[in-house]
């Protein structure tokens, strides 16, 4: 009996003891090199008690990166619903005659739907499936020729479809996309590149084949396994775009996703050609942006439940959907969104004035994008009472099983206890979401590393560490 005393009291000093240095490792984390010279800021809050289990420069203003989707995501559902339905619609405005004949225009008309034609929600919902539903309902009103154009009305979100403070080498690149009231297939296209026997690379196909697009080749072949290094220049409304830096050697056929410079143009273009493997011809595809009259609905289609589009667009990080959203906050209208969102944080408390926040986007992708460790973990602690018990679990991504958090944190203490969201770009590393404590404690979070210079993979174990640290006194 002694011998098994001796032993409890063995493994309960070395407990304590492995706690002690465990707090002493989240006091002196924001000390360590790796951090140092950076700008660093955490904040861990009990989310049944709202208290603060433990900060630094809680308070300070830093750059979240993409996990300011949380906040763009979690404030769309909450305003809008998560039963909330974009809307896109096909119109006539003139008369069809006996012969089928329209004496118009075909209006295309969206409403922001940001998953319109994608393949993420299955083969039903791709590109090709829903071009043929809208010839379908075209053929069945009769119309067996179109003497007018096919319109599109993108006046819902207007021209302005980037935010104005993302970088010009970010607006090629398919994680850049603009978001327009009529978007489709993501916005984005597939471009395969070819290495060649005298080491140089040649432009494959283009799926899906974007018309008007011309390419100036400027790559080269980097090191086996040097992963994806080529960039595509291409600003939104151009028609020429560069494409530089590197692919591997090795790898071939390789592949780079490039976003479309104008998606309402492509609608209507790929609207058209479709109808004319149909033999419904059409005179020009022109897209406007201030209000059309529509006239006569003939097809409607109600895109994929908001509760998806938001899991998808944290899980998956896609600022496709987060612009989109943050777009309808605002009516259409960026200043109007990040004043809404600023508004609306105020009153859940998150904030206690509107310069607590500074939002450029929606997405993350943004250099101009601040907000405090604190206000993120309020704003978290809120939601959490505002989905529940189980519900919050659906939207964030969980370490070491989906999502961005997929391969993070997954050492033997960590591993499936955090769901939240990452966020990444030069200089910055952030993390923010909930962790379930060694004693069952669930707390929000929220850690932001801005201006580091150490390697990306130092300051990611770093961080871990205070999640371990974390994890383990709490």
Request: charged fraction near 20%; proline fraction near 3%.
């Amino acid at each position: 009996m002694k011998i098994f005393k001796s032993i409890a009291v063995i493994l309960f000093l070395l407990g304590v003891a492995h706690g002690v240095l465990a707090q002493k490792s989240i006091n002196a984390w924001h000390e360590d090199k790796i951090v140092k010279n950076a700008i660093v800021s955490y904040e861990f809050r009990e989310v049944e008690t709202e208290l603060t289990i433990a900060s630094h420069n809680a308070s300070k203003l830093l750059n979240p990166a993409s996990t300011i989707k949380l906040i763009t995501g979690l404030i769309f559902l909450e305003e809008y619903g998560s039963d909330h339905q974009f809307e896109t619609s096909i119109w006539s405005n003139g008369k069809i005659e006996r012969d089928g004949t329209l004496k118009g225009d075909l209006i295309i008309y969206g409403n922001g739907d940001p998953s319109f034609g994608s393949g993420r929600y299955g083969k039903k919902n791709n590109l090709d499936n829903r071009m043929q539903e809208i010839v379908n309902a075209i053929r069945k009103k009769g119309i067996t020729c179109v003497e007018g154009n096919i319109v599109v009305d993108a006046s819902v979100y207007g021209s302005d479809c980037t935010a104005h403070t993302w970088q010009y080498n970010d607006l090629g690149n398919y994680y850049a996309s603009g978001v327009w009231s009529t978007n489709i297939n993501e916005n984005a296209y597939k471009l395969e590149l070819l290495s060649k026997a005298d080491k140089s690379i040649q432009l494959g196909s283009i799926s899906p084949n974007v018309p008007r697009l011309f390419f100036d080749n400027q790559l080269e072949l980097g090191p086996k396994n040097s992963g994806d290094q080529a960039y595509i220049f291409c600003a939104p409304y151009q028609e020429q775009a560069y494409i530089r830096g590197s692919i591997p050697t090795g790898q071939s056929p390789f592949f780079i996703r490039g976003a479309m410079p104008n998606a309402p143009l492509f609608f209507g273009t790929q609207l058209q050609n479709s109808l004319k493997q149909q033999d419904i011809q059409s005179m020009k595809v022109e897209v406007r942006y201030n209000p059309v009259d529509k006239g006569d609905l003939i097809w409607k289609h109600n895109g994929v439940k908001a509760k998806r589009q938001v899991r998808s667009a944290i899980h998956k990080s896609i600022n496709l959907y987060c612009e989109s959203f943050f777009k309808k906050l605002g009516k259409g209208n960026r200043e109007d969104a990040s004043t809404f969102i600023t508004k609306h944080l105020k009153q859940q408390k998150a904030i206690t004035s509107l310069d607590d926040i500074q939002i450029s986007d929606g997405s993350g992708l943004s250099q101009r994008n601040y907000i405090s460790a604190q206000s993120m973990t309020k704003f978290l602690v809120h939601q959490y009472g505002e989905l529940g018990e189980t519900e919050w679990k659906y939207y964030l991504a969980q370490n070491g099983f989906d999502g961005t958090l997929k391969n993070a944190f997954v050492t033997k203490n960590l591993k499936g206890k955090i769901y939240g969201k990452s966020g990444s770009m030069g200089g910055v590393r952030a993390y923010a979401g909930f962790i379930e404590t060694k004693s069952g404690k669930l707390l929000a979070f929220s850690i932001m590393v801005n201006n580091y210079t150490a390697p990306s993979r130092e300051v990611y174990l770093h961080i871990q560490q205070l999640l371990e640290s974390i994890h383990v006194v709490h």
